[in-house]
């Protein structure tokens, strides 16, 4: 599914030249959980933002998407796949404070234009999925921060997503919530989903079937 062929990466950086990617390779599997795993300045978030297609401007290499060379990608066709194909869940959350779970999980449904008779199935059925049909009504400040993390869980995959992208989504969680947002992540590639994890946290990566380690914009063998 998710393809990285030689990928490289460079900034500037007044009159220093950085190299954040440096000849990347690696694959993922349709199905697979698999840890991209780095300390600060690795490069995981240069990598994370080239997964999600949110950068396409890197400076040599390819990365295909079901065998889409994503370069070649129109702004819209990229928007497409952001919206459609990933499901992104965020370290802080990211949730409006004024709507409740449900509506948080309903909001990029409406924005994808579903159908509004099936906006509210679907949301009921993502938060259903990580446990959360009864605090459908709350809003993120009566829940807890795991709980607002699987209602921003439950945002992502509403929409069934191919590719689940989670950056860091324990980093602001004690770890008995962090142990529950991983199991929630482990019952759904259970149930089929590809789930990719950026993260730094060893003990969150020995969840994943596979962990890919970056050190100095290079994959570590």
Known sequence: ???????????????????ALD???FTVEKGEFAAIVGTSGSGKTTLMNIIGCLDTHYTAGKYHLDGQDVSK????ALSLIRN?????????????PTLTA?????????????????????ALEALAAVGLSERAGHKPSQLSGGQQQRV??????????DII??????GNLDSQSGGQVMDTLIKLNRL????VLITHDESAAREAMRVIRLADGRVMV
């Open 23 to 25: 000849n990347v390779n």
């Open 1 to 19: 599914m998710i393809k990285i062929c030689e990928l490289n990466k460079t900034y500037r950086m007044g009159d220093n030249t950085v190299k």
């Open 165 to 170: 992208l989670a950056d860091e989504p324990c």
């Open 73 to 76: 990608l129109s702004g819209r």
């Open 84 to 96: 459609r194909r990933i499901g992104f869940i965020f370290q802080g959350f990211n949730l409006v």
């Open 102 to 122: 449900l509506e948080n999980v309903e909001l990029p449904l409406i924005y994808r234009k579903t159908p509004p008779r099936e906006v509210r199935t679907c």
């Open 152 to 161: 921003a869980i439950a945002r992502a995959i509403a929409a069934e997503p």
């Open 192 to 195: 089929g989903r590809t789930i």
